[in-house]
Structures are given as structure tokens and as C-alpha cells.
């Protein structure tokens, strides 16, 4: 479970809570002004969510290249999206 502390603290404290994030596999979400800004993962949860999100991209490649319909090229996608 995250913790939340303030950015101000945050500074005043960044080694320990590196160190928290770091060894002792907890997140901390940052607030300011009492509003949710960021987010202290380790590494391993960073992988995690990078693994996820890339079998999620696969698997919705997957179920494009499966759809019925026309081919556009990758230059005209491009063009179509002012790329």
C-alpha cells in the first residue's frame, strides 16, 4: 500500500524515501496542496507495468491485424494524423 506525503516533506526527507521505495517495496504518492501530483515506484513495479502495458498494446495489434477492412498504409495513417 502507498503512502502519501507532501512534496515539501518530500524534499526534506528524499534519501529515506528513495531508500523506502527503493528496498522497501513501498510506493509513496506526492501531494500538493492536498492534491494527488505524482507517484515513487520501485523498478520492479515500473517492469511490471511496462510488461502489462506492453501485452496489452500486442494483444490489441493482435485484434487489429485480425479485423476485416481496408489496409491504410503507414504513411497515409501518418499523414491522416498530422505526423
Do not use: C, H, P
Not at 526527507?13 to 515513487?40: C, H, P, Q, W
Amino acid at each position: 500500500m502507498a503512502f502519501t506525503i507532501s512534496t515539501a516533506d518530500a524534499r526534506m526527507n528524499f534519501s529515506d524515501i528513495v531508500n523506502k521505495v527503493a528496498y522497501g517495496n513501498e510506493s509513496v504518492v506526492l501531494t500538493r496542496r492536498g492534491k494527488n501530483i505524482a507517484a515513487l515506484i520501485s523498478m520492479e513495479e515500473l517492469e511490471l507495468l511496462q510488461r502489462i502495458e506492453d501485452y496489452l498494446d500486442i494483444e490489441d495489434a493482435n485484434m487489429a491485424i485480425s479485423e476485416q477492412g481496408e489496409s491504410i498504409s503507414a504513411e497515409d495513417t501518418w499523414k491522416i494524423l498530422g505526423l
